[in-house]
C-alpha cells in the first residue's frame, strides 16, 4: 500500500490512478530541494524537543543515504510512491526503519513541503539566470568595445533611418537584459519567505521553530500565514513572466541576428560551430540556432498562461490542480537556461562585417535628418520649414542618383539659398552618428560612456 495511503482505505489504488495522479515523473527534478528541507524540518524538530537527538541524526544520516543514492543513480522510482516526498520518505523508512523514518513527517504535511522544495528550486533558479544574463551583457560589451566607431544604418519601421554605431545597438540590447535582471532580483527579494511549518494549511500544534528553519534554508524569514503558504505560487508566476521578458530580450536580438546573417543584409556571418546546413541545398547554411530562440520563445508564453488559468479559479488552500504548476516552470527555466548559453556562444564565434555595415549605411539618405539640424541650427529655419525643405533635397537626391550625404552642395543650394558651402561636412555619415552626442544617444563619445556604465555596473555586481 502507498504510503499516503491510511488505514482509511481497503484497496489499493487502480494502475491508471498512479499514473493520472502521481508526479513523480518530473518532481524527482526536486530531490535535492526536498532532502534539503527535510534536514532542516528534522535538526529543527530535535532541537524543538519533538524528537530525540538521536533520532534526527538517524534521520539525518539516513537523508543523505538518500540524496547519494538518488545522485549515484542506483535509487529505483515507483511511480506508486506518487510524488517525490513519498519516494523520499519511504526509502529513509526503509534505511532507518518505520518507527524513525515515520517521524520526520510530525508537523508538516505535503502541502507546505512541495511548496517549499518549489520555491527552494525557483529562488535557486532565478540566482543562476542572472549569473548567465550577466555573462550574457559580458559578451555583448566586449562585442561592443571593439565598434564604437563601426557604423550601420540604425532602423524604424524596419527602414532606413539614421547612421548609428554598432556598440549603441548592441547597449540597447543591454539595457534589455540589464532589466532582465533587476526583475529575478527583485522577485527573489519578494519571495524569499520559508512556507515549511505551514502544515496542511492551519499550522499546527507542535511547538516548532519555523523562524529556525527559514533561517536555515537561507529564507529572510517564514512566510507570515499559513494558508497563503501552501497556496501561494506567485514565486513560479513571477520567475515565468521574468523569463517571458528575458526570452522576448533574445527573441528580438534573435531576429535581428536572422536579418544581418541574410544575403540581403551580410552583416554578420555565424560561426560553422552554430550554424546547420540544409539536407537538399548544399550551399546552404541556417541561422537555426537564432530561430530557435525565437520560437522556443512562444512555449515560455504558454507556460506562463498556463498557469495562470490554473490557479485563477482556485479556492484556498491546496487543491491537487496545483500540481501541474512545476512542468512549466522547470521548462521555461531549462529552456532560458539553454539560451542564455547558445546565445552566448553565438555571439562569441560570429564574424562582424564592419564593411557591409558600413557600406549599407550609403542608402536611404540616412543623414537627411542632420541637413533640417543644420537649417535650424545655421539658418534659424523652423523645424517644420526644414523638415519640408530637407523632402525636396531628399527627392533631388533620389532624382540624381545619389544619397544626401553626397550630394553636390549646388544642387543644395538650388533647393534653398539659406544653406552654406559648410554643409557637407555636417551631413557625412560619421558626422551625423557623432552629432547625436546627448545622453544615451549613438555618438561615440556618448557610447563610450554607456559602456562605462554598464562595465561599472557589473563590476559592482
Ligand atoms: N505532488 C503534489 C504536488 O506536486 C504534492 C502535494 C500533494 N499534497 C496533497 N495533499 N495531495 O502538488
Excluded at 20 to 44: C, Q, R, T, V
Excluded at 139 to 155: F, Q, R, S, V
Excluded at 393 to 399: H, I, L, W
Aim: aromatic content about 6%.
Amino acid at each position: 500500500m502507498a504510503k499516503s495511503r491510511s488505514g482509511v482505505f481497503e484497496k489499493e489504488a487502480s494502475e491508471l490512478l498512479n499514473r493520472f495522479n502521481a508526479s513523480l515523473p518530473f518532481d524527482k527534478k526536486l530531490y535535492k530541494e526536498d532532502i534539503e528541507g527535510s534536514l532542516a524540518h528534522a535538526a529543527m524538530l530535535s532541537e524543538q524537543g519533538i524528537l530525540t537527538k538521536d533520532e534526527a541524526n538517524s534521520i539525518a544520516l539516513g537523508l543523505k543515504k538518500v540524496l547519494e543514492e538518488i545522485e549515484s543513480g542506483r535509487f529505483v522510482f515507483d511511480i506508486q510512491d506518487e510524488d517525490i516526498h513519498m519516494a523520499v520518505e519511504k526509502r529513509l523508512s526503509e534505511i532507518v526503519g518505520e518507527d524513525i523514518g515515520g517521524r520526520l513527517h510530525t508537523a508538516r504535511s505535503r502541502n507546505d513541503q512541495v511548496a517549499l522544495d518549489f520555491r527552494l528550486y525557483v529562488q535557486k533558479n532565478s540566482l543562476h539566470l542572472i549569473n548567465l544574463t550577466a555573462k550574457l551583457i559580458n559578451t555583448l560589451l566586449t562585442i561592443a568595445k571593439e565598434h564604437t566607431d563601426t557604423l550601420l544604418p540604425g532602423m524604424t519601421h524596419l527602414q532606413h533611418a539614421q547612421p548609428i554605431n554598432f556598440a549603441f545597438h548592441l547597449l540597447a540590447y543591454m539595457s534589455m537584459f540589464r532589466r532582465d535582471i533587476g526583475r529575478f532580483e527583485s522577485s527573489h527579494k519578494r519571495n524569499n519567505f520559508s512556507p515549511l511549518g505551514s502544515a496542511a494549511m492551519a499550522g499546527t500544534p507542535y511547538p516548532i521553530d519555523r523562524d529556525k528553519t527559514a533561517k536555515e534554508l537561507g529564507f529572510d524569514a517564514p512566510m507570515s500565514n499559513a494558508m497563503d503558504g501552501v497556496s501561494d505560487r506567485d514565486f513560479a508566476l513571477e520567475i515565468l513572466f521574468n523569463i517571458s521578458v528575458l526570452m522576448t530580450h533574445i527573441s528580438r536580438l534573435a531576429e535581428e541576428l536572422i536579418l544581418w546573417s541574410s544575403t540581403e543584409f551580410k552583416f554578420i556571418i555565424l560561426s560553422d560551430e552554430y550554424s546547420t546546413g540544409s539536407s537538399i541545398m548544399p550551399q546552404k547554411k541556417n541561422p537555426d540556432v537564432p530561430e530557435l530562440l525565437r520560437g522556443k520563445t512562444g512555449r515560455v508564453y504558454g507556460n506562463l498562461i498556463g498557469l495562470f488559468t490554473v490557479l485563477k479559479g482556485l479556492p484556498l488552500a491546496y487543491n491537487k490542480d496545483m500540481q501541474e504548476d512545476k512542468e512549466g516552470v522547470f521548462d521555461s527555466v531549462e529552456t532560458a537556461v539553454i539560451s542564455l548559453k547558445i546565445l552566448n556562444e553565438l555571439l562569441k564565434t560570429m564574424s562582424i562585417n564592419k564593411e557591409n555595415m558600413s557600406k549599407a549605411c550609403a542608402k536611404g539618405h540616412l543623414s537627411a535628418t542632420d541637413l533640417a539640424d543644420y537649417l535650424v541650427t545655421h539658418a534659424n529655419i523652423p523645424f517644420r520649414e526644414a523638415h519640408f525643405i530637407t523632402g525636396k533635397a531628399v527627392a533631388r537626391a533620389e532624382e540624381l542618383g545619389v544619397d544626401i550625404s553626397e550630394i553636390n552642395v549646388k544642387e543644395l543650394q538650388k533647393i534653398d539659398g539659406r544653406i552654406g558651402d559648410d554643409v557637407g561636412r555636417f551631413l557625412s555619415l560619421e558626422a551625423s552618428m557623432n552629432a547625436r552626442n546627448s545622453k544615451g544617444g549613438t555618438a561615440t563619445s556618448a557610447t563610450l560612456s554607456q559602456i562605462k556604465e554598464i562595465e561599472e555596473w557589473i563590476k559592482s555586481f
